[in-house]
Each structure stands twice: as structure tokens, then as C-alpha cells.
């Protein structure tokens, strides 16, 4: 049984952070330490909120609570997702080096969020502190931009892209919802980059009236665990669209906002509809 110590904020109602992430993984077999960045009662794109962030010490007290019982040497891997502030993101710099000394064998996936209301000097840390601090970067079309400094258009441009952040650190780049001229636009892409191979998904576009919030983190969360299970790149690339496919047409089907994971969780665990993924580069 792989272990995940998954570092995201928290809702009571909906899904998003490790409201989405930690359920797919244990459908998925793979058993999830949640450690929650932020409690709060529904994500902020209702226009209202209650809750609060924890503050960095809390997080790096909550690890250090583990390893005291000895079980940091069982982690396999950690995700990251919204870090509300540059404490937050150096307490998860400094867990992944707790965990890793713990377990060399560990590896941290971070998705990087910026733009969500945590403040430009703290996505400008962000950008700056996670790729060194990373084996895998699951950025957006936006980010993954604002990590090279440039605009992107095609994938082969987002390919260049991500194997320059690869030199900066990470051993993978899963770009969502990669924003490509030349691909349909009724449909979204996923784009998987290693120093020697790039893989490419795509699933249907949705007309959603309010788009689903928590579908990047379900990303992350499937990716990692089918990863972690030992698939490879481009398998654990097309389990992840034909899942996060299935979740969001039983969400558009049953005319939901928030994302029906309960009720499409044979089709994360086992897809019926497979979406392949197919050859964009090498090295």
C-alpha cells in the first residue's frame, strides 16, 4: 500500500483541495495522510466564505507529530496544492526534505497556484521556490507562462517550456488545461513532459453554465496515485483524462456545480471510456 501525505486546503461542503483529491486516490488504492492548509466551509468562488488557514509552524508541527511516531519512512510521496502564503509554501519546502530524509525514495508533486487571492509576492514566491523544490510540477496553461516568461501557443512550444523547467529541477511537468491553437476547442488538453518523452490527452469540453471548481487538483490527485501504483507516463496520463472525463460528464449530466466524485467513482478507479494519449516529443 502506497502512502500519500496530501497538503491542501480543506471544505466542508464541496470539492476542492483535498475535498477532491483524497477520495479518488483511496479509490484509486492508495492511502492518503490529508494535511490541511486551510479549513473552511465552501471554496470562495460562491462569493462567500468562513474559515481560516493554519499557519506554517502548525504544518510543520503536524509532520514532525508523524515522524516522532516513526511513520515519515512510509511516505511515498507528497502533493502539494494552494499554499495561502511564503510561510506556507517554505513549510512544505521544509516537510519535503523531512519526508525525503526520512524516505529517500519519497517524491513531491506540487501543483502550483497562482492568481487565487494569496497575493502577487506570494505567487512570485511560489513560482520561484517550488520547481527546485519538486520531482513533478502539475502547472495550468497561466502558469506554466509566468515559469518561463513567456507566452505559449502550441504544444510544441509547451513542450520546450516544460523541459526548461525540468532543468530547473523537476523530473516531470503535467500541464492542465493547456491552451493549444491548433486542437478543437471543444476539447481539453493534458500534457505530460520528462526529459525524454511527451505524451498528450485530450477529453470533451463540457458547456458548463459555472465551470467546476476542484477538477485540478482530481488531476493531480489521479495522476499521482496511478503513477505511485506503477503506471507508466502516458498509462497514468490516459487514466487520468478518461477519469476526470468521467467525473465531469456524470457532474454536466446531473446538472451539478460541484464535482460528482461519489457517483463517478467506479469510472475513476476503473474508466469505461478509455482516452488514449499519444506521442508529441522526445528529447
Known sequence: MKNVLSIQPHVVFGHVGNSAAVFPMQRLGVNVWPLETMQFSNHMQYGHWAGSAIDAAQMNELVEGIGTIGVLRRCDAVLSGYLSSTEQVQAV???VKAVKAANPQAWHFATPVIG???????DEYLLSAMPAATDGLAPNHETLQKLVGRAIETVDEAVVASREIIARGPQLVLVKQLRDRNSPA????LLAVTASEAW???YPRYPFARQPVGVSELTSAIF???RLTGDSVRTALEHTSAAVH????ATYEAGRYELELVAAQDDIARPREWLGAWFVGAA
Do not use: F
Open 93 to 95: 519546502v521544509d516537510i
Open 116 to 122: 487565487a487571492g494569496a497575493g502577487a509576492h506570494v
Open 186 to 189: 471543444d476539447r481539453v488538453n
Open 200 to 202: 498528450m490527452s485530450q
Open 224 to 226: 499521482v496515485a496511478r
Open 246 to 249: 468521467a467525473v465531469l460528464k
